[in-house]
């Protein structure tokens, strides 16, 4: 694989910003649609369903990219529970990446309405009309969008924490990357940043 071996491969880094601003358009989009009644609820919806399609298609191709890429190892310094808790809100993160447009299409499924992407296409529905079900599925998009939210201010804090105060290369790894150095000089600057980032960040 021809990158640093400190850095996440460009492809990653690409897509992890994408999806950033997508899953955050898609958010205020939904908590604009809450607050509002009338023509803008209608405009808000027509936005936030084709973003959560392509949120979720993003993502179906982040995971196996993120499994044939790999990643940088944490920081050989951070605390075990420190790597433990980076792990799982990882997980988290993609679970709720895929599950929050996913139980959007089955409760719109279930509630009659259709997915429109585009003025031309329509995802089918994945589920039967049922009302009940419906009033299920709304409850549980609401909170998986409310679990992502505060994964992302997680995430956010830790990313300034490693960028700001730890100054360990870890948010670097996301962003610019760092400088490929040849021979000794490269060796010395692994053993600077402490190591390496966890297996499962991406």
């Known amino acids: 694989m021809n990158r640093n071996a400190?850095?996440?491969?460009?492809?990653?880094?690409?897509?992890?910003?994408?999806?950033?601003?997508?899953?955050?358009?898609?958010?205020?989009?939904?908590?604009?649609?809450?607050?509002?009644?009338?023509?803008?609820?209608?405009?808000?919806?027509?936005?936030?369903?084709?973003?959560?399609?392509?949120?979720?298609?993003?993502?179906?191709?982040?995971?196996?990219?993120?499994?044939?890429?790999?990643?940088p190892a944490l920081p050989g310094d951070l605390p075990p529970l420190q790597k433990r808790i980076a792990t799982v809100s990882h997980v988290l993160l993609y679970l709720?990446?895929?599950?929050?447009?996913?139980?959007?299409?089955?409760?719109?499924s279930a509630g009659g309405y259709s997915v429109q992407v585009l003025e031309s296409l329509a995802l089918p529905r994945i589920l039967p009309h049922d009302l009940e079900t419906y009033a299920v599925l709304r409850t549980a998009h609401t909170a998986v969008a409310m679990l992502l939210f505060a994964l992302i201010l997680a995430h956010l804090a830790a990313a300034l924490m490693h960028g700001l105060i730890r100054r360990d290369g870890v948010l670097r790894s996301m962003t610019v990357g760092h400088r490929h150095v040849a021979g000794g000089d490269s060796q010395n600057k692994m053993r600077d940043v402490a190591g390496t980032i966890d297996e499962s960040r991406g």
């Open 96 to 108: 709720s990446m895929i599950a929050m447009p996913l139980i959007g299409w089955a409760m719109l």
């Open 6 to 71: 400190l850095d996440f491969h460009l492809a990653m880094r690409v897509l992890h910003w994408l999806m950033a601003a997508m899953v955050l358009i898609m958010l205020f989009l939904g908590v604009g649609m809450v607050s509002t009644t009338g023509p803008q609820y209608t405009a808000l919806l027509a936005l936030h369903r084709p973003v959560g399609v392509v949120v979720l298609l993003l993502v179906l191709i982040r995971v196996p990219l993120r499994l044939a890429t790999g990643a």
